[in-house]
């Protein structure tokens, strides 16, 4: 309860501090709609994070590609991480 409450608000305020360092960046100064762009991936990345620890693991990562209609196998998941440089 109050402690899983203490963890999103503090995933939050990390992930607000993320987007300000976006938002402040000249690369992305011609990204149309970038606040509500960035504000729409710190909620989908908050309920992919299943430990709450701030990042996403590979359990998450499958959940998160089953709700988009393009389920993958534990293997494909890896190889799409290895891939990513992670």
Excluded: W
């Excluded at 503090?10 to 501090?17: G, K, V, Y």
Aim: with cysteine.
């Amino acid at each position: 309860g109050k402690a899983f409450g203490l963890l999103k608000a503090r995933q939050e305020r990390r992930l607000a501090e993320i987007n300000r360092e976006f938002l402040c960046d000249q690369k992305y100064s011609d990204e149309e709609n970038l606040p509500e762009k960035l504000t729409a991936f710190k909620e989908k990345y908050m309920e992919f994070d299943l430990n709450n620890e701030g990042e996403i693991d590979l359990m998450s990562l499958k959940r998160m590609m089953e709700k988009l209609g393009v389920p993958k196998t534990h293997l494909e998941m890896k190889k799409m991480i290895s891939e990513g440089g992670y």
